[in-house]
């Protein structure tokens, strides 16, 4: 079933999806980290794990819970809409980064 990526619960429930799937190892090769994206337009957090031995991603909850890194090695801020059509290939992430669309502060 394709999903529409129409909105960002649906992109991260993907993207957790992925981790978990025998593609989760080999995100893990290219990038041993972890990951807080904040959208910007709701303020809603979702975190990808990749440096934990079970990776995962999901949404963070107000008072801590799931398996969201305390200290993540990479934050990223981007309103849904971007979001999306980075996902959708509609916008180039290293164009929406020089726009200022895009804000990722740690190390890459």
Known sequence: AAVSM??????FA???????GPDGTKL??????SVVFT???SN???YLDLKSEKPSAGKIVAGGGGG?????DL???VSERDMIKMVRKELNPQQAFMKGKLKIKGKM
């Open 44 to 46: 809603e957090q979702w």
């Open 68 to 72: 969201a890194p305390a200290t993540p």
């Open 6 to 11: 129409s909105n960002a619960a649906e992109i």
């Open 28 to 33: 893990r090769r290219k990038f041993k980290g």
């Open 39 to 41: 959208i910007s337009d």
């Open 14 to 20: 993907a993207m957790a999806e992925a981790v978990n």
């Open 75 to 77: 934050s990223v801020k």
